[in-house]
């Protein structure tokens, strides 16, 4: 691979354009925890906010600030004396100063001229310098100016005492190809170049990627691509695109990016989309057939990248058309042995709730396998029937018929849930036959979703010995009433055979 010899470095910007998300706003230590993510990831640069906001969102920074993290902090500035005042008193070690440089913003937002807009760059460019503040001069939809003017404006910065300069595509209307040639021109300047892309296009990441190959050596992002309208480019897909496609290093701590991700969506209530790249639930899943299958045997046939360079897990997602010969295979891979009957089994399961919607897991198909695994064996008492009755005014009422050694018994209970009423009418059904106890009842939900598979632990204490027995089932009511069953299933038959054991004696 070619060897693109930059040192690019990453300013963050999740918390200041990636809040102005609609429908974001952040307290200050959900700021505080999201930058000591950041930190830890590895960012050279993490924009905390915009100062002059806000008492919280000072509040915010000064919070960021004071952990005294390895990242430069910096806050967001319009050409305005005040807005650097307020950086200065949160203490931060940069500014990005923002100017508007398009007529348009020029003229329609500032209602000022070009040259007035200039002499504001300048001056608050010098004022910061003078206050001991790191400058990024940022212009505002660079893009769609005039370059001359851009050039110039961007000249006088520097020789103000700008540190860095940043040209923004504001509203995303940079092509790669277009992205490549005007960085190209601003990297003439000989000055630390920053690309700052919005994603209107869905073009966020690819413009920013060229406008590195043209030199620019600092991309700002945001995590999951977060920002106004579509977005910003996304840290992980433009890191990752970095180190696995360009072969350019940055400091970031690529198998953090799924942590990173989870944790931002999370404190900004901003989901993703299954299919994002990188992070995505299906990043790295693969359904049922030729792919699994594909992966299995050597797993790049059909992943670009492991799972494992981001943080992130390999999943195999097995829906009604899944061949027998995948979970075959894959249930040998989790070392489990089973026979011909309990594969059939765990095949009509699997089907079944395909056939429900349901698409199986990797996680899903261990712990209907160990389910069959667990309940094989005789069957001493067999459920019937069962109703649960529960709600908001109603006491939860179960009644169940039980086959116990084929003699029918019928019982009901009632409970504080509708779980607790159905493990009150079993153990009334069977505590002729034998006195069980329930030690302990663990509850799981295996994966994420109102329809997630349930899986039941119970421990069941019977002369003094504990049997553990477990069910998963998409109902939890029904898991938990096959585990228990399950459960008196193992005691009573070891009991049944001695009992049989003992007559032939
Ligand atoms: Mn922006």
Redesign the pocket.
């Known amino acids: 691979m070619e060897v693109i010899p930059l040192d690019v470095k990453i300013f963050d910007t999740t918390l200041r354009?990636g809040e102005q998300t609609p429908g974001v706003s952040l307290i200050p230590d959900e700021k505080l925890r999201i930058a000591i993510k950041l930190d830890e990831l590895g960012v050279n640069v993490i924009e905390a906010g915009s100062a002059i906001t806000s008492e919280g969102e000072r509040e915010g920074i000064k919070k960021i600030v004071g952990e005294d993290l390895s990242a430069e902090i910096c806050s967001f500035a319009r050409a305005v004396k005040s807005d650097v005042d307020s950086a200065l008193e949160c203490e931060v070690n940069s500014v990005n100063l923002v100017v508007p440089t398009s007529d348009l913003h020029i003229h329609h937002k500032l209602r000022k001229t070009r040259e007035e807009v200039k002499e504001l760059a300048i001056n608050t460019t010098e004022y910061a310098v003078d206050q001991g503040l790191i400058v990024e001069l940022s212009a505002e939809d660079a893009t769609r100016s005039d370059l001359d003017f851009l050039i110039q404006l961007f000249r006088e910065g520097i020789d103000a005492g700008a540190d860095r300069i940043c040209a923004?595509d504001?509203v995303g209307m940079l092509t790669p190809e277009k992205s490549y040639e005007f960085y190209k021109k601003l990297g003439e300047l000989d000055k630390p170049l920053s690309v700052?892309c919005?994603n209107d296009f869905g073009l966020a990441v690819a413009n920013t990627l060229s406008a590195i190959r043209a030199g620019a050596n600092q991309a700002h992002v945001t995590v999951n691509g977060i920002?106004?309208r579509a977005g910003?480019a996304s840290l992980e897909e433009t890191i990752v695109a970095l180190h696995s496609l360009y072969n350019i290093k940055t400091d970031i701590n690529t198998e953090m990016l799924y942590d990173v991700s989870r944790t931002v969506s999370r404190v900004t209530g901003l989901f993703l989309q299954p299919n994002k790249a990188i992070v995505g639930e299906n990043a790295f899943a693969h359904e049922s057939g030729i792919h699994a299958d594909g992966v299995i045997k050597k797993a790049e046939t059909y992943e670009p990248i492991t799972p494992e360079l981001v943080g992130h897990k390999r999943r195999f997602v097995m829906g009604k058309h899944v061949g027998s010969h995948i979970i075959k295979k894959r249930i040998q891979e989790m070392g489990l042995r089973i026979d011909d009957d309990q594969f059939k089994q765990i095949f009509t399961r699997i089907k079944s709730l395909g056939d429900k919607g349901k698409c199986v897991t990797d996680v899903d198909l261990q712990a209907i396998t160990e389910d069959v695994l667990g309940v094989m064996g005789e069957k001493v008492v067999e459920l019937e029937e069962l109703t649960v009755v529960s709600g908001s005014k109603v006491t939860p009422t179960a009644s169940l018929r039980l086959l116990i050694e084929d003699k029918e018994v019928l019982e009901a209970g009632i409970g504080i849930g509708p779980v607790d009423a159905a493990i009150v009418a079993v153990k009334k059904s069977i505590k002729d036959y034998a006195d069980i106890e329930l030690e302990e009842y663990h509850v799981d939900a295996i994966t994420g979703g109102a329809d997630a598979l349930i899986d039941v632990v119970v421990k069941l204490k019977h002369n003094g010995e504990i049997v553990t027995a477990r069910s998963t089932q998409p109902d939890i009511i029904m898991a938990s009433v096959e585990a228990y069953l399950s459960g008196i299933n193992k005691i009573l038959s070891t009991e049944h055979v001695k009992n049989i054991r003992e007559g032939d004696l």
Do not use: L, P, S, V
Request: overall charge negative; some cysteine.
């Open positions: 354009d923004c504001t700052h919005h920002g106004e910003n």
